[in-house]
């Protein structure tokens, strides 16, 4: 373990140490300081031991632990889906705003089902959610079983399979442009491409779902979508040019331009 705290080397900080230790041990944060006298097992050595060598080797710790938060819940994840991410808690806010108690919502790429599951859970809503993987379907049932989350799932190339019509219509897609060097550097190594290239230019699905969604929603629904840093422009564009009403945009924590919605009138 000595190696992974070489200063220009370092992948495991405190903070991560702490949060392994917690999660691969079962003790909360408090413990960590009230039961300093109490011993490990060889097991519990050396389950925290592997846990270190896969941090050292970039692993995001929401694969080694298997677990990450998402507003208040704390979601199943594997490397077959995309980490949730602190600003897709945004998309969920929105979604909240736009929609009225029973609304039909559909989310569209689910993934581990974190949008889906966090809206089923705060709001009475119908959720329908949509994943082209079967092992991303069967991380998403894991955790609605987890949460006694009502939501109907779907397998679907994003509206192929889904029938209906929708008040709202929620995706974070694979938006990452196929050359981006962000792709090569920290948790987007592991994660599954399928779930955050959005071909070469990384419009190509948000141009489908925004160019799809139209037919799907019902009048004055919303199209609520999470986009790429730099893709602001283009996607309000997408918006405009499909014919959508009130577009608007919201920035996340870092400050970056990061959501839209708009609205389909007029049918
Ligand atoms: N927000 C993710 C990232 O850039 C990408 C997720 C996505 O493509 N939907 O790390």
Not at 26 to 39: K, P
Not at 68 to 75: D, Q, S, V
């Amino acid at each position: 373990m000595g190696q992974c705290f070489d200063r220009a080397k370092a992948q495991v900080g405190i903070d991560e140490a702490m949060l392994l230790t917690t999660q691969l041990l079962g003790v909360s944060f408090t413990e960590l300081y009230t039961e300093r006298a109490r011993l490990l097992s060889l097991a519990d050595v050396e389950k925290l031991d592997s846990a270190v060598q896969r941090r050292c080797g970039g692993e995001p710790i929401a694969y080694i632990t298997g677990y990450k938060m998402f507003r208040t819940l704390r979601l199943r994840v594997s490397p077959d889906v995309l980490i949730p991410r602190f600003e897709t808690e945004l998309l969920v806010d929105v979604v909240l705003d736009v929609s009225s108690d029973r609304s039909r919502v559909l989310d569209l790429g689910t993934g581990s089902g974190a949008i889906a599951i966090a809206l089923s859970k705060t709001k009475e809503l119908q959720v329908v959610a949509v994943d082209n993987d079967e092992r991303a379907l069967q991380v998403c049932a894991e955790n609605c079983k987890e949460h006694e989350a009502k939501v109907e799932m779907v397998r679907s190339n994003w509206f192929e399979n889904v029938r209906g019509r929708f008040d709202t219509i929620v995706s974070n897609p694979p938006y990452v442009a196929a050359d981006d060097q962000h792709l090569d550097e920290g948790d987007l190594r592991f994660e599954p491409p399928a779930a955050l290239v959005g071909g070469h230019s990384g419009l190509e699905h948000l141009e489908e779902i925004i160019s799809s969604a139209m037919r799907f929603l019902n009048p004055s629904g919303w199209l609520v979508v999470e986009h790429g840093y730099d893709q602001q422009a283009s996607v309000k564009k997408l918006f405009s040019d499909r014919g959508y009403a009130n577009i608007q945009q919201r920035r996340d924590y870092t400050d970056t331009p990061r959501v839209m919605w708009g609205q389909a009138l007029g049918r």
